[in-house]
């Protein structure tokens, strides 16, 4: 396998190693509280399965779909950015349905990648925002995650030391892994620097809904002139706990949502039918359902914050996602991320994403998705505890996994 071009470039999957000593635990009967993958546990509204149901009782519907997505779909989801961002968009040129935000941000690296284009790209981030250009042949230069004063002169040195200069730029808020959330403010000053140096600015908003401070995150199209070179990914996955639905969207500039439908025109026929049906009646719903989602995950949060830092693990609070950012604990730091999620895993039974697998700045954090609940969160904490309160004899004794059978 090593022998393909593309593969060699993708380093090994992280995260695998992690899901096989996940599975040999379970196999031996161990009750692993699985806090590592952003798999959600909720289940989707009754009202939108049963609007599946229905459509898909219809066999007209089991015929090829439309890439691009049903025109009511694409209108659902234009009414959606008009409601909560204020934002117009032509559902027929500025619309384009996708098989959740992963598979879009892919197939716009292969629209507008060629060989040796520069893109800048967080690091720590959601793999596929590096790995999609990186399979097409691009090249990743690394900026900060922060949306802080910081950023905008960390873009200039990216500019200024790249050759060729970006082609383009990603932006992720609120942010996985790291849960950040940007300001409007912010996004003015990214759009800004963009349009000075001609650079297509690609904003993943799967997050948008999962927020807990009052505050609900903009979206990056708010800001006037956005649409001019920007797009936008968002995904129903987590906002409708519907993640093995595969349904997202990008929306924005006209030209760039031309090149994915193209491109996505040549792979795939879309979602099956009912699922786009589906997914419209969501979109096209009063809202109850995101508010029922965002408060549970929200005591999840708290539940989680309060029972970890007392057992001695301090947890940030989030400001949004299904996920939190945590400084491994300084005793462990040394041993990286990945070694410290697999100790964790076989010393408290509790599964967590090592940072590295976001990228080699994520190394000192583990990542923590809110998919158990409220009982599962306080048993982790109570296995982590005791795990901390032999942190001294656990290092002593500590053995290096690629040594052990």
Not at 17 to 30: F, M, P, S, W
Not at 63 to 74: A, C, D, Q, V
Not at 127 to 152: C, L, N, Y
Request: glycine share 6%.
């Amino acid at each position: 396998m090593d022998d393909f071009h593309k593969v060699r470039r993708l380093p090994p999957y992280v995260f695998e190693q992690v899901n096989r000593l996940k599975a040999a635990a379970r196999a031996n009967g161990a009750d692993i509280i699985d806090l590592g993958m952003g798999n959600p546990d909720l289940p989707t509204p009754t009202a939108i399965v049963d609007k599946l149901v229905e459509v898909v009782r219809d066999p007209r519907t089991h015929r090829y779909s439309s890439s691009r997505g049903i025109p009511g779909l694409r209108r659902a989801q234009a009414g959606y950015y008009a409601r909560r961002f204020g934002v117009k968009l032509d559902p027929d040129r500025q619309v384009v349905a996708t098989l959740g935000s992963k598979e879009g941000f892919a197939n716009m690296a292969q629209a507008i990648t060629a060989p040796g284009d520069v893109v800048l790209c967080p690091n720590p981030s959601y793999p596929i925002h590096a790995f999609g250009f990186i399979m097409t042949g691009g090249v990743i230069r690394s900026i900060p995650v922060e949306p802080d004063d910081h950023f905008i002169p960390a873009l200039e040195r990216g500019v200024r030391h790249s050759i060729p200069k970006p082609v383009a730029m990603i932006v992720s808020y609120p942010s996985n892994p790291t849960a950040m959330v940007a300001s409007l403010d912010f996004y003015k000053d990214v759009i800004a620097f963009a349009k000075k140096h001609d650079i297509i600015v690609l904003s993943d908003l799967a997050y948008s809904e999962i927020y807990f401070d009052g505050v609900p995150p903009p979206s990056m199209l708010q800001v006037p002139g956005a649409i001019d070179i920007a797009v936008e990914f968002t995904s129903m996955s987590k906002t409708f706990s519907m993640p093995g639905w595969r349904m997202g969207f990008a929306v924005g500039n006209e030209k760039l949502i031309a090149a994915l439908t193209r491109v996505k025109s040549y792979l795939d026929y879309g979602a099956f039918t009912p699922i786009q049906v589906a997914a419209t009646a969501a979109l096209n719903g009063d809202g109850s359902d995101i508010e029922e989602v965002r408060s549970i995950y929200k005591k999840r949060r708290d539940v989680m914050v309060d029972t970890f830092t007392k057992a001695g693990f301090p947890i940030p609070a989030p400001a949004a996602t299904m996920f939190a950012w945590a400084p491994i604990p300084e005793k462990f730091r040394h041993l990286g991320s990945l070694e410290f999620s697999k100790l964790l895993l076989e010393k408290s039974d509790v599964a967590v994403a090592p940072g590295i697998g976001f990228g080699e700045h994520g190394d000192e954090y583990v990542r923590l998705a809110l998919v158990e609940n409220e009982h599962r969160i306080r048993q982790a904490a109570r296995n982590i505890k005791k795990f901390l309160s032999n942190a001294d004899r656990t290092l002593h004794n500590v053995v290096p996994f690629n040594a052990r059978r």
